[in-house]
């Protein structure tokens, strides 16, 4: 997937050019148009700045000029820490951090999902939060003078259903 | 003053001394926290995948707290954001709310817009104010040096916030340290993110982040580290040790939760504090503390 998404050529059979507009319908992609790809993100990204084949700039450059398919098999879409650093600085109101969450959004509903996301997806629906907790950690939450936690939470794990998500994610793992 | 008290997934899991210590804080302060079984995560994790997923459980969760007619105080900074984004979205959207009360009418659930979300560390710092916060200081921390960490979801995307402070250059974390009597370090990459969130996602680029500013802070001399975020905490306390086995390199740097570090202000033994559940222990710490006040 890496070695796709940074290969250097571009064949104009595989530019979207909907894309864009596609993103900025979107709720956080409207400015996305207004790059003018001036790199204030990449700059003060802290992911960047550990690992380069992360580059916000280089993400938004791709998605403006349609490059849809490569940007949303991409890994790469999923290493935005969302520190919101870029989000604060672009000059242009591109709310970057948002732009990559309705790339992932994107990249669900066409069959790729990162497997950590599978798994929290999973958990919440199943047990409405994170961290599955149970009668035993409510023993231990007592001793230190702690309310007990719910163990459950149907509602929250209806949403789940009402949304159709969890079904959508169950689909895109079988496609890995 | 009340609120419903929001603990999320991490907190009570993960991070039960952050909780037991806010609610001590709390008390001592005369903040009265409801607690409400029903709420369930806040929807972060699940807004990579799906907004409108988030957008629910969110709006789930902030209708169970406007049916005791409370605001809710959460403690994690994720939690934050999420909670006032959506009830920002909400408030702001007439139409929106509307298509989000369609689904919720599925579980019997109405989101109204009547009430506020705000970080605990926020409410200390606004409403309870420096000025209380000082004068109810028992023991003051004089002398130990702390380095504060805001985290990113506390103060960004700062629209939602208001500006309550500076996302460039933040101090109300700052000033809540110092109103203890302690000392406030600064460092380099004070604004730098945990990693928390791609800790699954990469988890050599995730330490790699942690690290950076532990090698900061380290330099300057700060006794602990504090915090108000229980993913940072995940990130500098319970993964201290691997990042020093991982990059062959030495901390022992204690990580505290603000409301440690001002319960211990406070007079709270750290016990009652649940320092003992610290992954490096703040032994030299509470031996100053100690000391001190075998002295006075």
Redesign the interface.
């Known amino acids: 997937m890496l070695g796709k998404s940074t290969e250097a050529h571009i064949s104009f059979g595989e530019l979207d050019p909907q894309f864009k507009y596609e993103i900025s319908k979107l709720?956080?992609g409207e400015n996305i148009k207004y790059c003018f790809a001036c790199g204030t993100c990449s700059a003060g990204c802290?992911?960047r700045e550990?690992?380069e084949k992360?580059n916000p700039r280089r993400i938004i450059r791709m998605a403006l000029l349609g490059i849809k398919d490569r940007v949303l098999s991409s890994d790469l879409i999923?290493?935005?820490?969302?520190?919101?650093?870029c989000?604060?600085r672009c000059p242009q109101g591109v709310?970057i951090?948002e732009v990559m969450?309705v790339l992932?959004?994107m990249a669900?509903r066409e069959g790729y999902?990162?497997p950590?996301?599978t798994?929290?997806?999973e958990l919440?629906a199943a047990h409405?939060?994170?961290?599955e907790?149970d009668e035993f950690?409510n023993k231990?939450?007592e001793r230190?003078?702690?309310?007990?936690?719910?163990t459950k939470?149907p509602?929250?794990s209806?949403?789940?259903n009402?949304?159709g998500?969890l079904k959508?994610?169950s689909k895109s793992k079988s496609k890995e | 003053m009340k609120y419903a008290l929001f603990l999320g997934c991490t907190v009570p899991a993960r991070a039960r001394n952050y909780e037991l210590s806010t609610r001590r804080v709390a008390q001592a302060l005369g903040i009265e926290f409801t607690d409400i079984m029903d709420f369930s995560c806040c929807g972060f994790p699940v807004k990579s995948v799906d907004v409108k997923t988030t957008m629910l459980l969110a709006a789930r969760n902030l209708s169970l707290a406007e049916e005791k007619n409370l605001n809710i105080c959460t403690i994690c900074s994720a939690c934050t954001s999420i909670l006032t984004e959506v009830n920002k979205e909400l408030k702001e959207n007439g139409e929106l709310k509307e298509k989000v009360n369609e689904k919720l009418a599925k579980i019997k659930r109405e989101y109204g817009g009547d009430i506020e979300v705000k970080h605990f560390a926020r409410i200390l710092y606004e409403d309870i104010g420096i000025e209380q916060i000082k004068s109810s200081v028992k023991k003051s921390l004089e002398g130990i040096k702390f380095a504060p960490h805001y985290g990113c979801h506390y103060l960004k995307p700062s629209e939602i916030y208001g500006n309550f402070d500076d996302p460039e250059d933040p101090t109300s974390l700052d000033e809540l340290i110092r109103a203890t009597g302690a000392e406030v370090i600064d460092y380099g990459d004070k604004k730098l993110c945990c990693g928390g969130a791609i800790l699954g996602v990469d988890e050599d680029i995730s330490l790699t982040m942690a690290k950076k500013k532990l090698d900061r802070i380290s330099t300057r001399g700060a006794d602990a580290i504090s915090l108000i975020c229980p993913f940072c905490s995940i990130m500098y306390d319970d993964n201290q040790r691997k990042i020093e086995s991982q990059f062959e390199t030495s901390y022992n740097l204690p990580v505290l939760h603000y409301p440690q570090v001002l319960g211990l202000a406070l007079g709270f033994e750290p016990k009652e504090l649940g320092l003992q559940m610290n992954r490096v222990k703040a032994t030299e710490i509470i031996n100053k503390l100690q000391k001190g006040k075998t002295e006075s």
């Open positions: 709720p956080g802290p992911v550990i690992d992360y999923w290493l935005c820490s969302t520190c919101y650093t989000h604060e709310k951090t969450n992932k959004n669900v999902i990162h950590s996301f798994r929290q997806v919440i409405g939060r994170l961290y907790m950690d231990k939450r230190m003078g702690l309310p007990p936690v719910a939470c509602e929250a209806e949403i789940f009402i949304t998500i959508l994610v």
